[in-house]
């Protein structure tokens, strides 16, 4: 899906939900891992990459930036 955003030039915003689940210390690791792959891939329409808990909304900041970039 996201190569045929691409391929069609729309741009678009990648959000990882249930980062909660994630090991604390293994949340700087899986960051990195999905930005790897987005480069690997060759996805070039990808804007912003969220990291974010819905269960959990406070727990990580990108949350309400996520809200904010939605809904502006």
């Known amino acids: 899906l996201m190569k045929m955003l ?11 939900n249930k980062f909660d689940q994630i090991d604390e210390e293994e949340r700087e690791k899986v ?11 060759g996805l070039q329409r990808v804007k912003k990459i969220y990291f974010v808990s819905a ?6 900041p990108e949350w309400l930036t996520m809200v904010n970039d939605l809904t502006s």
């Open 6 to 16: 691409d391929a069609i030039g729309v741009d678009y915003d990648i959000v990882f």
């Open 31 to 41: 960051k990195q891992q999905i930005g790897a792959e987005v480069k690997k891939l």
């Open 55 to 60: 269960k959990n909304p406070t727990m990580f």
